[in-house]
């Protein structure tokens, strides 16, 4: 079935570790795009990539790295996660924007202790 | 700055009737709009969406309306079901390579 596959889809983190979400898109979408929601806060970007070999800043970018190696993967990693980053992580893709918007994967919960 | 809002957090609606999701933005220069509906534990799903140019888009019970001069748009939902529980979120794409900005959302609940 086409579409996003995220992973894992939640995980206990100790503050301080490093850790690195997976995302893989099977849709050839040139676009891909993270995003973390809070209660209250809505769907923050936190970075995106626009084509493979390229990447962007979002809203919230700080504490996280991302890389565009290939179209299909763009893992985003917490260098030294804190408990701030305790959220759900949604990653996303599109051919491009506009009316049909995105496709986005069912998230992963991360809890940093 | 907040440039979509959705000044609503949460609304309830009774089985049958109408359910009204409001958005306002900030930016002028936003060339759609969109729709997305979330369950709890999967990822947002798009619903509909409308171009700056128009006014008005209906797909079967679901039917956003644009007031640019206002810029405000809203989600009308008749009849409302109970399936239609979830959060909704209102969000903008302005041409370009630029990523869309999402409102903080609404959970709608369809009390039977």
């Known amino acids: 079935i086409a579409g996003i596959t995220q992973a894992p889809t939640s995980q206990i983190l100790a503050a301080g570790r490093r850790m690195t979400l997976r995302c893989t898109q099977d849709m050839r979408h040139n676009a891909m795009y993270w995003y973390r929601q809070d209660l209250g806060l809505g769907l923050r970007l936190i970075h995106y990539?626009?084509?493979?070999?390229?990447?962007g800043k979002g809203e919230v970018p700080d504490g996280y790295s991302v890389s565009r190696a290939n179209t299909d993967d763009f893992p985003l990693t917490l260098a030294s996660a804190v408990p701030s980053q305790t959220s759900v992580y949604f990653c996303?893709?599109?051919?491009?924007?506009?009316?049909?918007?995105?496709?986005f994967g069912s998230g992963t919960r991360l809890t940093v202790v | 700055d907040q440039q979509v809002k959705q000044n609503s957090p949460s609304l309830s609606v009774q089985e049958g009737r109408i359910s009204i999701l409001n958005c306002d933005y900030t930016?002028?220069?936003?060339?759609?709009f969109l729709w997305y509906k979330k369950y709890p534990a999967e990822g947002p799903t798009f619903l509909i969406s409308?171009?700056?140019?128009?006014d008005k888009n209906e797909d079967g019970r679901f039917t956003v309306f644009l007031n640019k001069s206002a810029k405000h748009l809203s989600l009308h939902i008749v009849p409302s079901q109970p399936g239609d529980s979830a959060v909704y979120f209102c969000a903008a794409w302005r041409s370009g390579n630029t990523p869309l900005v999402f409102g903080k959302g609404t959970r709608l609940s369809v009390i039977a």
């Open positions: 930016n002028s220069m936003f060339d759609y």
């Open positions: 409308i171009s700056s140019i128009k």
């Open positions: 990539s626009n084509t493979a070999g390229t990447t």
């Open positions: 996303a893709s599109s051919q491009r924007t506009g009316s049909n918007g995105y496709t």
